[in-house]
């Protein structure tokens, strides 16, 4: 039995038709769900509040107020356990390598110096070779090829921009 709109109509506090209130009724003389839920919808309605104790709202905002200074000095005494237990664990991988290193500096000086200038010599080749290559490519390909390449590129950027849109936009409004 589908209750879905008769559970809304009941639990929400909007104004009902004539036309839906007949609905309702008839459907809560035939359904035990929906006629419980109604009274109990009915008990809660007709229920008194209760006004709080004197003194309530001051206990309540001393009670934050101590719960926010114990949160913080959790987090603060959690932070200095994260951060001591980093460190030792950092100390303790990079033990080897930092007595390796205060027993010979030398070593490492030239290890290091040498690694910089071979970083800096590849560099170099490689800017070269992209340069003869830059300059030797363009005579080889000829310029239809040119074409066709960059319009496979637009498309792909098209294409690229519009999955992009699609996928980031929000839908709007009921989805079914």
Same mark, same amino acid.
């Given at each position: 039995?589908?209750?879905?709109?008769?559970?809304?109509?009941?639990?929400?506090?909007?104004?009902?038709?004539?036309?839906?209130?007949?609905?309702?009724?008839?459907?809560? &003389?035939?359904?035990?769900?929906?006629?419980?839920?109604?009274?109990?919808?009915? #008990?809660?309605?007709?229920?008194?509040?209760?006004?709080?104790?004197?003194? +309530?709202?001051?206990?309540?905002?001393? %009670?934050?107020?101590?719960? %926010? #200074?114990?949160? &913080? &000095? *959790? *987090?603060?005494?959690?932070?200095?356990?994260?951060?001591?237990?980093?460190?030792?664990?950092?100390?303790?991988?990079?033990?080897?390598?930092?007595?390796?290193?205060?027993?010979?500096?030398?070593?490492? +000086?030239?290890? #290091? #110096?040498?690694?910089?200038? +071979?970083?800096?010599?590849?560099?170099?080749? +490689?800017?070269?070779?992209?340069?003869?290559?830059? *300059?030797?490519?363009?005579?080889?390909?000829?310029?239809?090829?040119?074409?066709?390449?960059?319009?496979?590129?637009?498309?792909?950027?098209?294409?690229? =921009?519009? =999955?992009?849109? &699609?996928?980031?936009?929000?839908?709007?409004?009921?989805?079914?």
């Amino acid at each position: 039995m589908n209750h879905q709109p008769f559970e809304t109509w009941l639990l929400d506090d909007k104004h009902l038709t004539a036309a839906e209130k007949g609905e309702l009724h008839a459907h809560v &003389r035939v359904c035990k769900t929906c006629s419980a839920l109604a009274e109990t919808s009915l #008990v809660l309605r007709s229920a008194r509040a209760v006004s709080p104790t004197a003194g +309530f709202t001051a206990r309540f905002q001393e %009670k934050l107020a101590l719960q %926010k #200074v114990a949160e &913080r &000095r *959790r *987090r603060l005494w959690g932070l200095i356990v994260l951060i001591l237990s980093g460190l030792s664990l950092l100390t303790w991988f990079a033990s080897p390598y930092i007595m390796t290193f205060l027993a010979a500096p030398v070593e490492w +000086f030239t290890a #290091v #110096v040498g690694y910089l200038l +071979f970083i800096f010599t590849s560099l170099q080749a +490689f800017t070269e070779a992209v340069q003869v290559l830059t *300059r030797v490519i363009p005579n080889f390909i000829p310029p239809y090829v040119w074409m066709i390449i960059l319009s496979a590129m637009a498309g792909f950027g098209l294409l690229w =921009s519009v =999955s992009i849109w &699609r996928f980031a936009r929000k839908p709007q409004g009921v989805s079914v």
